[in-house]
Every structure is written in C-alpha cells, then in structure tokens.
C-alpha cells in the first residue's frame, strides 16, 4: 500500500504504542489523524488501501481528548471582564492553558455594567484552536442577571432583572452573537420566556447565583435551561424538604430527553470531597469539571482586580478584599481533573470525560469536539498514568510538550 500523501490525501499520522479514551473506556488502540480530524483506520485499510506517512511511538501514554473549560475568568494577570485586558487577556490564556490540556474554552464575563459588556463582547470572538492559541468557543456571562444574596463575588449594585422580558436582556448585553453560554438565577420574573428566547438564538441557559427551590429549577429545566453553575455554591444547600437547585441531579419532573449537566469545582477548596462524592454517585454523566480561574491563577500571592472588585490571593485562596467570600478558584483544570478522580475513585476514563465529553455534550459540539470519535477534531492531549499533561494537540498540531 502506499502512504496517504501519495495518494493525493493529506499527510496521515498513525499514533502507535498508546491508549486511547473512547466511548468510556481506555483501550489499546493506535489513534490515526489526517488534515486535523481522526480517521477511521477500516477506510484507511480498504477502501483508500493506504500507509500513514508517520508512525509516531507514544510511549505507552493515554491518548485523551482535549479538555474544555467552560467557565474560566482570566489568569496570569489578565481578567476577561476587564475591557482594557481582553484581547491581551485571549491570546496570553489561550495560550498558556496548552499546558493544562485546554483546547477550548469559554471565556467568561462576570456582572459587569451594561457599557462594558458593549465593549467585551464583541472582542472576544468564538475561533478554533491553532498554534496561537486554544479554540473559544463562545462566551460565558455569568451575570447580571442573578440573586443578590446568592451573588457571591459579583458586584452587588451592578446586579439587574428583566422585568421587561428579554429586551433587558439586550439591553444591557448588545450584541449576542459571541455569547455560547448564560447564567442567571431561575427565579426571578420572566425567567421561563428569556430562556426561551436564549434556546432560540442558541445559547445555552445555566441556573445560578441562586435563591431558586427545586420547583423553580424545574420549570426552568422544562423551559430549555441545561446546566446548572458550579454546583453547591452560590445557591441554597440542599434540604430535605425542598433540595433546591441540587434536586435537579434527581428530578422526576424534567423532560425524558432533557438531561441536566452540572459545573463542579473540583479545586480542594469550592466543594468538600464528600460532596464530589455525592455528586458523582448520584448524577455522573452530567459532571462538568470547570476551574472558574480567576486573573490571579499561576501569579503569586497579592492583591488584583477582578471585574469591578478586587481579590485578595493566599496560596489556594482567593477571596473579595475585606472579607471572607470566595472570588473564583486557582485551579488549573488538568488538576481538577486529577482531584477528581482521586476523591471519587471514579475513574480516569470519567474524570477525562467530565472535561472533556461532558461539556461538549452541554454546548452541543460532541459531534467534533470533546471525543476520540473518527471525524472529530484532532485536538487531543496525551498524559501518563497519574494524569498529568505530556503533550497537547491541536487539529493534529503539537502545540505544547512538557520539559
């Protein structure tokens, strides 16, 4: 047989001597890319009767998917909800996030004032992965539209409600075009028709940042809502008489077709082990691990911005200056990943797909994003056996090999 090329196809590369994540399961098998997609080897085989052109031995390390952050505010020293920052901010995280296996991600914007979300939005363009930097594939604006007791560290006079249906909604973001992903708090007026109209445009709808009970949570489940922002915090905790938003991993009340996924913040210190544990016994196809970094991630301990406010940074911590409230995490999500899997005993196979399939199934791309699937994106990562980050690839590309 000859090689690929010679055939008037595309450079083809046969990865050998590795394990690849698919369907669940780490198999033995070599992983086959050409023109940035994975290939069917049974068509490379007999119907095209081809040869790759470079057999690459991977040591004996997993293949994965790329993982995809949906929830990430900034890091090393640049926050997405800081207009002067943003485009600066995309190039230099999407870039350094390679080394945590991110090949996409969701830029998010935190409660901000109507003229700033004006200006941010458009910025930040949804784009595939290259050499110069992860895939965006959308924002995420977590805000205004949330409860101002649940607000946790989002500004509290900056904090808004549509009573006005959805022309609130435009009002105070503009254009949507950019926006993949919104959270707000199911409860308040209105809720039902704007995620309606968010669904229509086909941007996905998060409850949140809320005082919502289960029966609320529900009704905007029915509405179109599929995902559920950071599970445990900034919400009411679960109760035996009304489980709240929590409720929603159990719910008899929802469409059968409808299934919830939920952020988790699996850092050490947003969520207890025991409650990962809950979590993932009781719903674990709908994990979605998400780091909810902040400006300060990777940076030393000291004071920075974040959005309107400031953080005051100690090792792992990260609070709102003055006080004792949480601002986002420091994670990293390969070490989300990690965690996970270590306090759940759950898994590499489900700990990968929680960062991986799991949010592409909630955005609706696993159809090129998230799986080793033949035709897929070749963007994938290979680790060793304790889940740490070797090499990341985009479309195929090397675009980061650890030291």
């Known amino acids: 047989m000859a090689p690929s090329s010679a055939k008037g196809h595309g450079y083809l590369y046969q990865y050998t001597n590795c394990r690849i994540l698919r369907d669940g399961k780490i198999i033995r098998e070599d992983l086959w890319v050409r023109d940035g997609r994975i290939m069917n080897p049974e068509v490379l085989f007999f119907v095209e009767k081809v040869n790759a052109d470079q057999r690459i031995d991977c040591d004996d390390l997993i293949i994965a998917p790329g993982l995809i952050d949906v929830q990430i505010n900034g890091g090393y020293g640049y926050d997405f909800s800081t207009e ?106 209105n809720t039902p028709e704007v995620i309606q109209e968010f669904c229509k445009r086909g941007i996905v709808v998060s409850v949140g940042h809320s005082n919502a009970n289960l029966i609320q949570g529900e009704e905007a489940v029915r509405s179109g809502a599929r995902f559920i922002t950071h599970l445990f915090n900034a919400m009411l905790p679960f109760h035996h008489r009304d489980p709240h938003l929590v409720g929603l991993l159990t719910s008899d009340q929802l469409p059968q077709n409808r ?9 050490g210190i947003h969520t207890h082990p025991a409650a990962l544990r809950i979590a993932h016994r009781v719903h674990p196809e709908g994990i979605v691990l998400v780091t909810d970094a902040i400006q300060a991630t990777f940076l030393p301990d000291g004071t920075y911005p974040f959005g309107e ?42 700990a990968l797909e929680a960062a991986s399939l799991h949010p592409a199934q909630m955005l609706g791309i696993a159809d090129k994003k998230g799986t080793l699937n033949f035709d897929s994106d070749a963007d994938f990562i290979m680790l060793d056996n304790d889940l740490n980050v070797k090499s990341t690839f985009i479309s195929g590309e090397c675009v980061y090999k650890a030291k």
């Open 259 to 267: 299934k919830v996924y939920y952020g988790l913040i699996s850092d």
């Open 309 to 350: 406010q400031t953080v005051v940074v100690k090792g792992k911590h990260s609070y709102l200056k003055d006080t004792n409230t949480l601002a986002g995490s420091l994670a990293s999500l390969d070490d989300c990943v990690r965690l996970f899997a270590k306090e759940t005993g759950c898994g590499p196979e489900l």
């Open 84 to 189: 002067s920052q943003v485009e600066e901010g995309i190039k230099r995280v999407s870039q350094g996030v390679f080394a945590c296996g991110v090949t996409s991600f969701c830029p998010t914007v935190i409660t901000s004032p109507p003229h700033v979300y004006k200006k941010i939005l458009p910025k930040i363009k949804k784009r595939n992965g290259s050499k110069e930097g992860a895939g965006i594939l959308g924002v995420h604006v977590e805000g205004p539209f949330i409860d101002q007791e649940k607000r946790g560290a989002h500004p509290q006079q900056l904090i808004r409600d549509y009573d006005n249906g959805f022309q609130d909604v435009l009002d105070v973001y503009g254009d949507l075009s950019n926006v993949a992903m919104i959270t707000l708090a199911p409860e308040k007026q």
